[in-house]
């Protein structure tokens, strides 16, 4: 069978990796330690391969053997210790759901062939543990179900240590606190730049249970973010809304001013009329004041809360939500099983995975982990406003942005999107920050342990990456790279320059992409 043209990227991405000096210690036996951990999560969730969300599980089962280094289960290996048994059944339920081929072609492994050996590999340990997952008839339970995860582990991989499930328990809770405890630092979730709206029902038609977990909710979303909001990178605004808008509070960096707001507010009489509220938030994010939608380096999320069904007709709600898909914000909707429609939440939201239903605000407050994960993981895309201008024979976009309010510790995340024989580049000029930048054609979130180029910057001066379409190859196998776009996802951290630890700096970006004929290009892919 013709191999896919994305699996011809990922074998002459591995051919070049001599060329290149990338590092992937996802394939290295014994690797260990949280970049590893997450690196190989990250390639198999993001590969297209498997099905099943496995709901933060396969995190929390590598902080449990701390990511490699120690060993809890007899005759196990690897960061996700599983044995030859585990080994046995994962391949029985790769050719069972014919995945043989995808996993070699798109992470580039003989699965099939594996030993128990190979299980010291970070990549082949994960790809096991996904594919018993994948086996299962039932779902993985949902990250607040912590302990339902640690029984559903258990039973799957056949774990007869009874001091397991404590030791599940307690990685779970270190990754839940989300400050970087037990060496699982890669895995803390820091809220970049954000700007949030809130669209919450303030009519009576709602009970004193639903209005108390709006504002539970928005009181604990504003705290998470905090300190984003005193370090004036993140701001935040409200539309009110019952029979028509009731009231709007602007775009502001003021926590107390917003938390006072919702905390004290006073509800009024009417029914819920939501699709008007929807339509007023595409209008708030396109002309309040203060509004940064055209600025790529913020990120924008709209949290709706739906306590009740809408007295308005469900067309009316769709188009609304339309208009307000159109914009470059994530819509995160929050419902209660009281009134609520998962139909109208689906249809408000993002995407299905950013819908939530909750009975009372303990589901919530169970929830909230996951929720603060999915906004700090969401990426900044660029390129849909560049600047174009013709160049000779080439078409020449650059875009130019700020990552805001840096310190130290700090990461950022965007990507990027350039065309088959095209060069581009993304050049930062830190002032008082050291940055190490990691960039991938492949991986979303690439890191230490997994990047296709690497550049260190040194505060006062200048770094950057210069990514081309391969053009040389061997014989055939990169051909089909010359007729498909590629991503470029780059990672960038704020290091400890020793000089300014204090420091908070919006790092300013450069990207530039050149569009020409590939065959002018001189080199595959080069990192200065």
């Known amino acids: 069978m013709e191999r896919s043209a994305a699996a011809k990227i990922v074998l002459c ?24 951990a997450k690196a190989s999560i990250d390639k198999v969730t993001t590969s297209g391969i498997f099905k099943k969300d496995d709901n933060f599980l396969l995190t929390r089962l590598s902080l449990v053997s701390d990511f490699g280094k120690t060993s809890i289960l007899q005759e196990s290996k690897g960061i996700w210790q599983t044995n030859s048994a585990n080994l046995k059944d994962g391949q029985e339920i790769m050719r069972n759901l014919n995945l043989t081929d995808d996993i070699r072609d798109m992470l580039g492994i003989e699965f099939d062939k594996a030993t128990l050996d190979d299980l010291s590999k970070p990549l082949y340990s994960v790809v096991l543990a996904v594919l018993l997952i994948e086996g299962q008839l039932e779902k993985v339970p949902q990250r607040s179900k912590v302990e339902d995860q640690a029984d559903f582990w258990i039973l799957v991989a ?27 630092g890669c895995f803390v979730c820091e809220q970049s730049p954000t700007d949030i709206l809130f669209i919450v029902d303030d009519s009576r038609s709602i009970d004193y249970v639903e209005w108390n977990l709006q504002v539970t909710f928005i009181v604990r979303i504003l705290d998470e973010f905090r300190d984003s909001f005193d370090s004036r990178a993140s701001q935040g605004a409200f539309i009110m809304f019952s029979t028509g808008i009731t ?26 009329q939501l699709p008007q509220a929807i339509t ?14 055209n600025n790529t380096s913020v990120r924008k999320i709209v949290f709706v809360f739906a306590a009740d069904k809408s007295s308005e007709p469900f067309v009316n709600l769709k188009q609304a939500s339309a208009t307000l898909h159109q914009l470059p914000a994530t819509v995160f909707s929050i419902g209660m099983k009281k009134d609520a429609s998962m139909k109208d939440l689906q249809e408000l939201s993002s995407g299905k995975e950013f819908a939530r239903m909750y009975a009372n605000v303990h589901d919530f407050t169970a929830d909230l982990a996951d929720i603060l994960y999915d906004t700090c993981l969401i990426t900044l ?6 600047n174009l201008t013709e160049s000779g024979a080439e078409l020449v976009t650059s875009d130019e942005f700020q990552l805001l309010a840096m310190k130290v510790g700090n990461t950022r995340y965007f990507q990027t999107n350039y065309s088959n024989g095209s060069t581009s580049s993304v050049t930062v000029t830190p002032k008082t920050l050291d940055l190490v930048m990691y960039a991938s054609s492949s991986l979303k979130y690439p890191n230490q342990a997994n990047y296709d180029f690497k550049a260190s910057c040194l505060a006062g001066g200048t770094c950057q990456f210069v990514m081309k379409t391969p053009t ?14 590629q991503n470029c996802y780059v990672t960038v951290t704020a290091t400890d320059s020793g000089n300014c630890t204090d420091c908070v700096e919006d790092v300013h970006v450069i990207l530039v992409t050149e569009r020409g004929d590939s065959t002018d290009l001189n080199d595959d892919y080069a990192a200065s």
């Open 280 to 293: 007023k938030a595409a209008e708030v994010l396109k002309t309040d004041p203060n509004t940064r939608l």
């Open 472 to 485: 040389n190859c061997s014989s055939g196998v990169c051909q089909d790279m010359k007729h498909h776009d």
């Open 381 to 386: 895309s660029l390129g849909a406003n560049l």
């Open 13 to 36: 991405l591995s051919f070049l990796d001599f060329l290149m000096g990338r590092q992937d210690l996802t394939l290295q036996k014994e690797a260990s330690g949280c970049d590893a």
């Open 158 to 184: 056949g774990i007869t240590n009874s001091t397991y499930k404590d030791k599940f328990l307690a990685a779970s809770k270190v990754l839940n606190e989300n400050k970087g405890d037990k060496n699982s």
């Open 247 to 272: 009231q709007i509070n602007p775009y502001t960096t003021n926590y107390s001013l917003l938390s006072d707001e919702i905390e004290f507010h006073i509800r009024r009489k009417g029914n819920n």
